[in-house]
């Protein structure tokens, strides 16, 4: 077989990725439809801008999603094809098996392994690690955050200066830190996702409770039925194997094997545990300041007047209406997330050797940089673009939200 030309390349790689074309024409349509009934994220149709950053963020993310399906791929990511290394895009295998996608589209790098595949499954790392690891730091931002802004004095004092403490250490110096196999063998990662992961359940029983504490009978049920769920969900989260910590020295057990629902890699916990490290504080900061505003408003002192409780109004006054800001840096905060992977990926941090992310596949190919472009450059510009995207939905967030 020929190689194909650069327009044969450019029309397959859109043929590969025609579910995403199909899901992104789907949530359009119905976005624009029903865009008046849809609050901030319908105005955000209003917006060219944020049109835009959400069409470049919601294409990696359908990405990831149906390449984990493997509905995009065209060879195994991690499958090594004689005579295949360092080829340019376009070129054919030498005797490709039945059913077998007969090209590299966008050529093979060092290690003789598809650069279109490793790209489309390195969307599915980032897509399951940025989001989840800044809706982590957010639950821990949001719940310290509130009362430090909201009471003041010592408990803001002392909070303060702890995220003060993490945001003055240098960040890549953290990660390596925390990465290292000597800290990861002392079981400081999992002790860390311990208690960094219980936020969620702690904000989870909090909002319920101050939102249906005059209704005993439906609050408990609903509170022992949600945290239950939470409870368990933490315990796969944070174990492997079964075990919280499993070292030579200290062994405990966290959840039996056969209820663990997550079977999370080593490398991906530690990564996971250090983003949401880095970014809590960050996220505290925002949430006090927004906090010591809002609680001067009206509507505060009619709730305190009303006598509503201290996470009540915390929680139902307060949050709700600092949703605008936090919405923003939400979506500009998976765009540093984002960027951060890369970064630990590029330096070989954290995630296996062989992983296809971003950053991972950036750093093997820059070592033949002077010669071979190709296995660099879609993973660089996949990266650039994702991030390109959540910045500019960023942009037209806060747009809207303004004249909200």
Known sequence: MEPLTTSEIILRVLYQFTPVWIALVIVFAASIAFKRRLGLYGKLFDSPVGMIGFALVMFWVFTGIFGAMDLIVTHDPLAQVSGMKNKPPGTPLRSPGDGEYAWYLLGGDNLARDVFSRMVKGAWIVVQIAPLATMFAFMVGITLGLPAGFYGGRLDTALSFLANLILAFPVILLFYLLVTPEIIATGVPNYMATVLFVFPIVFAAVLLNSRFYTQPRFRTPLLIGVLGVMTWLYLSLISTGGYLVNTPAVSIPALPEILDLFDVSGGILVVFVSVVFVNSPTVFRIVRGLAMDIKT??????AQ???EGPWYIML?????NARGPLIVDFCLRI???TILLGTLGFFGLGLESESPDW????NEGRRLLSRYLHPVLPPALALLSMVLGLNLLAD?????SLKD
């Open 305 to 307: 007047t009303r006598g």
């Open 297 to 302: 408003r009206d509507y505060v002192a009619a």
């Open 359 to 362: 950053g991972s596949t950036i």
């Open 396 to 400: 037209g967030l806060r747009e809207e």
């Open 316 to 320: 139902w006054e307060i949050l709700p």
């Open 335 to 337: 765009g540093y997330t």
